[in-house]
Nanobody, 124 residues
Framework: QVALVESGGGSVQAGGSLRLSCAAS????????MAWFRQAPGKERERVAS????????YYSDSVKGRFTISQDNAANTLYLQMNSLKPEDTAVYYCAARKKGGSCALPNDLDYWGQGTQVTVSS
């Protein structure tokens, strides 16, 4: 049974930084891709960033490009999301997710495993 456990969320003022971590029970480089999604109240869950483990290629949504960095430590079986220059509109529950085999990693239904989520609140 795969388990993904997020940590590192919290409250921060605009312009601040947080680093989210996602500890995976399995070996992270066996996943085709891992991703961070977020969901704000009343909004759909959206992909923030993803990383493809075979190529280490990354994707960022336009709203976070240049401010967030996704990375993966296979030795520690951990996925990270470094979030800098945070804005109030980044406030959401952030979820770690993983896809086992090849295919799209863009939409929530594409991912096989999910963490429980961690709250990020950015105040102005």
């Amino acid at each position: 049974q795969v388990a993904l456990v997020e940590s590192g969320g919290g409250s921060v003022q605009a312009g601040g930084s947080l680093r989210l971590s996602c500890a995976a029970s399995g070996v992270t480089d066996t996943y085709f891709c891992m991703a961070w999604f977020r969901q704000a109240p009343g909004k759909e869950r959206e992909r923030v960033a993803s990383i493809y483990t075979s190529t280490m290629g990354t994707y960022y949504s336009d709203s976070v490009k240049g401010r967030f960095t996704i990375s993966q430590d296979n030795a520690a079986n951990t996925l990270y999301l470094q979030m800098n220059s945070l804005k109030p509109e980044d406030t959401a529950v952030y979820y770690c997710a993983a896809r086992k085999k090849g295919g799209s990693c863009a939409l929530p239904n594409d991912l096989d495993y999910w963490g429980q989520g961690t709250q990020v609140t950015v105040s102005s």
